[in-house]
């Protein structure tokens, strides 16, 4: 069983910056693989990016690649979104999620889900 806990959301204003936190439990943190997701109001969740287990690996979706960067900290249980350029498009809630499995752009691949916490980007 994994817990996630996600933490840094907040309200910035269009080309500014936020980092995402996630932390998890337990001790096999760094055999999952990880990803962010959100979904804005209206909307059903999208992808947004994916890191592997070892760090090695990482895909992103096309409306966010090159302004936003996955990383994670095995030994602090944590991954992180470093949002920069930030949109009024951006605005949403993020989860982070952990599959035991493949790396994937798909939300059901994902075991595990975090509660999300709010972006709101000002415009």
């Known amino acids: 069983q994994v817990q996630l806990v996600e933490t840094g959301g907040g309200l910035v204003q269009a080309g500014g910056s936020l980092r995402l936190s996630c932390a998890a439990s337990?001790?096999?943190?760094?055999?999952?693989?990880m990803a962010w997701f959100r979904q804005a109001p209206g909307k059903e969740r999208e992808f947004v990016a994916t890191?592997?287990?070892?760090?090695?690996?990482?895909y992103y979706s096309d409306s966010v690649k090159g302004r936003f960067t996955i990383s994670r900290d095995n030994a602090k249980n944590t991954v992180y979104l470093q949002m920069n350029s930030l949109k009024p498009e951006d605005t949403a809630v993020y989860y982070c999620a952990a599959a035991l499995r493949l790396i994937s752009r798909a939300s059901v691949a994902y075991d595990y889900w975090g509660q999300g916490t709010q972006v709101t980007v000002s415009s």
């Open positions: 337990g001790r096999t943190f760094s055999t999952y693989q």
């Open positions: 890191i592997n287990w070892t760090g090695g690996l990482t």
